[in-house]
Nanobody, 128 residues
Framework: QVQPVESGGGLVQAGGSLRLSCAAS????????MGWFRQAPGKEREIVAS????????YYADSVKGRFTISRDNTKNTVYLQMNSLKPEDTAVYYC?????????????????????WGQGTQVTVSS
């Protein structure tokens, strides 16, 4: 069983930055794709970013390209989301996700159904 645990959320002014971290226990995570989803009040859950097993490939939603950076440290079983130039529309609960085991080495994954393991979520609030 894999259990992701997020940290680093909070309240920030528009234009500011936050860094989310996710430590996942239970397995060696270099065999899994990892990512971040978010869900704002009254909206559907959406993919934010995904990173391949080695970290060599990444995917970003159009709404965050150029502002957010996903990275991973497989030696620490941890994935990060650096969020810069934050906007009020980035306000949401952010979820760390871990895929099923042994996806293709270069794959990034974008569907909620690709990720059987979800963290509890961390709130990010961006004030205008």
């Amino acid at each position: 069983q894999v259990q992701p645990v997020e940290s680093g959320g909070g309240l920030v002014q528009a234009g500011g930055s936050l860094r989310l971290s996710c430590a996942a226990s239970g397995r060696t995570l270099n065999n899994y794709v990892m990512g971040w989803f978010r869900q704002a009040p009254g909206k559907e859950r959406e993919i934010v970013a995904s990173i391949s097993r080695s970290g060599g490939n990444t995917y970003y939603a159009d709404s965050v390209k150029g502002r957010f950076t996903i990275s991973r440290d497989n030696t620490k079983n941890t994935v990060y989301l650096q969020m810069n130039s934050l906007k009020p529309e980035d306000t949401a609960v952010y979820y760390c996700v871990v895929s099923g085991v042994y996806p293709p080495i270069a794959a990034t994954l974008t569907r909620p159904s690709d990720y059987p393991y979800w963290g509890q979520g961390t709130q990010v609030t961006v004030s205008s």
